[in-house]
Each structure stands twice: as C-alpha cells, then as structure tokens.
C-alpha cells in the first residue's frame, strides 16, 4: 500500500482517478470542499503549504487544470494566462516543489487532454497547454529525483461527463471513469517513466 | 516578391532566415540594434505598436524565444516564466495580435527548437515551451482567418552556433543557417499549413 496524495479528488477527473487507486491510502486535496488539504495549485506557497502539512507521500496524482475555452481570435491574454498559469505551470510547480517532498521510488502522475492530438475549436489553450505538459513529462523524466518518476494521463472525454461536453466534441466516443482509472493505475504501481498514456476509444 | 517582417533579424537565427527569403522584401525588427523597428515581444503593446508602424506585411518570420537554462532541481518560478513569456507567450501573442494586421493569405512561421524531440540537460524549460509551441501551430493552423497560414520551424543548433552550444550538446550535428533558411523559405513561399518542419542532420 502506497500513500497517494489526490489533487482534484472531488472532481469527476478526480473520481476516474480514484477508481484505479483502491489499493492505496488516499490523502485528498482540492480547491474547496470535503477534502484532507485545501490547494491552490496556481499558487507556490499553497501548494508548499500542502507538502508541509501533508509530510510523507509515495506518489502525487493531479487531476486539475483550469482552462478557458474560446475561438483563437476572440482569447484574450488573461484568458490565456490563466490556463497557462494552471494547466501549464501550475502541475510544472507541482513537480518542481514536490520533488523535495516525494519519498524515495515515488511517482508523479500529471493530467493533459486529447485536444492535443484531437483539435476542436474553442480549445486552442487547453491543447497547447496539454502540448506543453507531455513535453515536459517526456523531457524531465530524464532528471527526476531518487529514482522518483513522473507520467502524464491524456484522456478523452469521460462518458461521466458527456452531457456537458458531448455537444462541442463531435466524432469524439467517450471513455469510461474506470479505463481512466487504470492509466492513473498503471502509473502509480508500474515503473514506466517519462510516458504519455493516452486512454481514448 | 512579398513583404516579410522578420523579427530577431540580426541575431543568429534571423540571419539563418534570411538566406531563405532573398526575393524578398524585408522589414526587420529586433530587440535592439540597427533594425527598422524595436519591438520586445514579451510585451503586448510593444508588439501592437510595431504592427501600427508596420502597416502591410505578407509575412510574419520570428526567429526569437529567450529561455533560461538550467536543471530542472535548480530552475526557478522567475526562469520558467522568463521563458514561457518569451518563447511561448511572445510568440503566440505575435499571432494573436498579428491575425488582424496580416495580409489575406498571409503566413506566420514560428520558431522553436529540437530539443522537445531530443532532450539535453539544461533544457527543460526550452523543451517544455518549444513543445508548446508546436502543439500551438498545428492546433490554430484550423482557425486562422482570411486564409492564412502558420508554421514552425523546429532547427537542432546552427553550424555558426555550434563553438557556443556544441559542448552541452555531445551526439549532436549540426546544421548549415543555409538549410534552416530553406525551411524558412518553405514556409513562407509554399502552400503548406500547420506543419512542424524540423531541420535535423
């Protein structure tokens, strides 16, 4: 059994997270709600104050990233940096801090989404950033830690979640929670590093 | 013959593009120097105003993205954003703001480099805003307006940069500016929209 801090744990991304975790003791966190730690991810000092209180860990897994949706040129720059400073530097500060937290062997499991590879329009700065975020898994797996590892999971739609999204995502076939589920899985307890695990139907 | 803004003209990359754009009529910018105009492209009024003095251009070249380097354990929040608002952030607002400056069935081409592909130590903030960029061009290639087009080039190190980089770059080859400008040349002169062209030895 492996301490796993779950970032995002009352979101649906959150709940097809937990699926794949059931083996392991949870510490919950999130923005607000029923959960062990509130964190901000946009800030460094709320995610420093969340190792501080949280102590030992084996493995981080954040399923958070707020992004703004809109056409190219109708995205202002605030809209922008706000999804740069969550999607994007936010999960990159996540792993920047917490490397100094992980215990020895531990893992890092980030969040992207298909948009990357599957444009649609509205959706130009949650694909770069999720570019940005498998490129950086990729790379930066290459000076982690302690033999600590990160992975990133780029899902489709959940089938949880396609009554909101199914209208602007066309073609898409949605995925269930539970083969989410398994990514996180597959990254917490496998050894497999630096990887882009695509779960899409 | 068209009209290409070329920005970073005199630094090493620009001069590369520039062997690919000799039918041409130039207008360069850079952040300094004897250039036609100042421009820094980490600011949004910098940018606007340089597209106000502009007036008509075909097409937009940036050669220019500062990065910091460094470990990734080492590397701060100051250089990450040092480099997300050069090469990341300037470069997509370039876009932004120019969709409503450029030409009908103008061109964007856009700089990142090789090191998203073929990671080094150091690097991590390079990569991570050059696979941003890439992940950005193929994705707005769909939405960009009055038929224009935009592209990347993704260049390994320059023969002439090779004295500077060569030693944090051991495996490496690289190339002549001659051939990082036929990308260039590719870009603006061909029909080809949201392609990554790498120019690797």
Redesign the interface.
């Known amino acids: 059994m492996k301490t796993v801090l779950l970032i995002g744990a009352l979101g649906k991304m959150g709940q097809a997270a937990l699926t794949g975790l059931g083996k392991h003791k949870i510490i919950s966190a999130g923005r607000s709600g029923a959960v062990d730690h509130i964190v901000d991810i946009t800030s ?1 000092a709320s995610i420093r104050a969340l190792f501080e209180k949280v102590g030992h860990f084996d493995a981080l897994v954040n399923t958070v990233g707020a992004c703004e949706y809109a ?3 109708d ?1 202002t ?1 605030a809209q ?2 706000k999804t ?1 400073m969550s999607k ?2 936010g999960q ?2 996540l792993v ?1 801090i917490g ?1 100094d937290y992980i215990a020895d062997h531990g893992s890092f499991t980030l969040i992207s989404g298909i ?2 590879v599957k ?1 649609i ?1 509205f ?2 700065a949650d ?6 975020i ?3 898994v ?3 797996s ?4 302690r033999n600590t590892r990160i992975n990133v999971v780029n899902p489709t739609v959940l089938a949880e979640a396609w009554d909101v999204y199914g209208d602007m995502m066309p073609g898409f076939e949605p995925v269930p929670s539970t083969l989410v589920g398994k990514a996180f899985e597959r990254s917490v307890d496998g050894f497999i590093n630096g990887e882009v695990l695509f779960v899409d139907a």
Do not use: Y
Not at 142 to 145: D, S, T
């Open positions: 460094e056409h190219f040129s995205m720059e922008w940096m740069v994007m530097m990159i500060n920047r490397q948009f990357n444009p329009p959706a130009i694909a770069t950033t999720s570019g940005a498998d490129t950086f990729k790379c930066v290459l000076e982690m830690p």
